[in-house]
């Protein structure tokens, strides 16, 4: 298993990375609590608890390139670099969102900063990286590609046949299963055969790994590892990141009883990916510093929220507009 240790990257590096796992997790909470009063609409599902996965993937990508991201995409929306503001606009539905108000959660994209779309259908965002991966072999571009999947997704045949396509094609994509133990409420271990979708990945001949999706320094090294041999025409690649998820599969949906006793409380406790990432960084970077963080983040998600509430809703006019067909 590829690990990476806090020493390989420098101190700016680390703040930096704690402060997208910190603006994923505070953004999360956030939109829980609007949630719960009742103040924000929509379909929400939440990525607390997988932070180090989507910043630990987006910190091994150069600017160019591209990710396709699932139905609980705001952290790899955030990690990718979207604008918080546009993302809190567009879960309210307002004027300025990402999509202007007109997709919500589930749709959130951002094409100038490489983030290819939230994707409310499962393992959506395979088939996407493939032809993103596609184009930049036929143009000659040197950007990689990143399918975020989830493990219930990864039962899906689009998934299959991206695998497929992406080693036939030997494309430049990266496939980032996240394995947070859970399809809505089906255990994996009731929905996935052999429980390690890297398995699979081997009968396609394709490189894989599992890593612990709590540890950034593990997902990065292993995504560098993944997105250089993508880049040097070495083919796609498999990584398996288990991490499981503090809220429930949807918000407003889901009581969790299908969950253990204590279950999510101990994942709090024991698999907090900032936490870890203190520890480990506790020699280069100080407590001080990490708090100066967390004072600007929350500072900065306050901000987000009020500013969504204040801002205007699309003009009717705008209604039929942004769609693929004319009326
Ligand atoms: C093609 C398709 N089938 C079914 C659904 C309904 N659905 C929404 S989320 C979900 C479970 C996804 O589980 P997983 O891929 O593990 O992602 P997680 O929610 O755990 O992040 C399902 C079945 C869907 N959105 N798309
Ligand atoms: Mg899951």
Redesign the pocket.
């Known amino acids: 298993m590829a690990t990476e240790s806090a020493g390989a990257l420098g101190r700016e590096e680390l703040i930096e990375a704690y402060r997208v796992m910190r603006t994923i997790r505070a953004f999360e909470e956030r939109v829980h609590s609007e949630f719960t009063t009742g103040e924000l609409p929509g379909a929400v599902?939440l990525?607390a608890g997988?932070e180090a996965v989507a910043a630990g993937v987006c910190g091994a990508l150069a600017e160019g390139d591209y990710i396709a991201s699932?139905?609980?995409g705001h952290g790899h929306a955030i990690a990718k670099g979207c604008d918080i503001n546009e993302m809190m606009r567009e879960l309210y539905g307002k004027e300025g969102g990402s999509c202007n108000g007109k997709g919500g959660s589930m749709h959130i994209a951002d094409f100038e900063r490489g983030m290819l779309g939230a994707n409310?259908?499962?393992?959506?965002g395979a088939p996407l990286a493939c032809g993103s991966a596609l184009s930049a072999k036929v143009l000659n571009k040197a950007h990689v590609s990143v399918a975020f999947?989830?493990?219930?997704?990864?039962?899906?045949g689009?998934f299959a046949e991206s695998l497929n396509l992406a080693t036939v094609w030997q494309l430049p994509v990266v496939f980032v299963v996240?394995?947070?133990?859970?399809?809505?409420a089906?255990g994996?271990r009731y929905h996935l055969q052999g429980l390690d979708v890297a398995r699979r990945a081997e009968a396609y001949g394709m490189p894989a790994t599992i890593v612990d999706g709590t540890d950034y320094f593990a997902v990065r090294a292993a995504t560098e590892a993944a997105v250089e041999r993508a880049r040097t025409g070495g083919g796609p690649s498999l990584i398996e990141c288990k991490a499981g998820?503090f809220f429930g599969?949807?918000e407003g949906f889901d009581t969790q009883g299908y969950r253990g006793a204590g279950e999510v409380d101990k994942l709090r406790a024991d698999a907090d990916c900032l936490a870890s990432f203190a520890t480990a960084v506790a020699g280069t970077v100080s407590a001080d510093d990490l708090a100066a963080v967390d004072v600007t983040v929350d500072a900065a998600v306050e901000v987000a929220v009020a500013d969504a509430k204040a801002a205007p809703s699309p003009e009717l006019s705008e209604l039929l507009t942004d769609v693929y067909v004319t009326y």
Not at 150 to 155: L, T
Not at 178 to 184: F, K, R, T
Request: proline share 0%; net charge negative.
């Open positions: 599902h990525y997988q699932t139905h609980r409310g259908v499962a393992a959506g999947v989830g493990d219930g997704a990864a039962n899906q689009s996240e394995d947070n133990g859970y399809a809505q089906t994996t998820r599969h949807m």
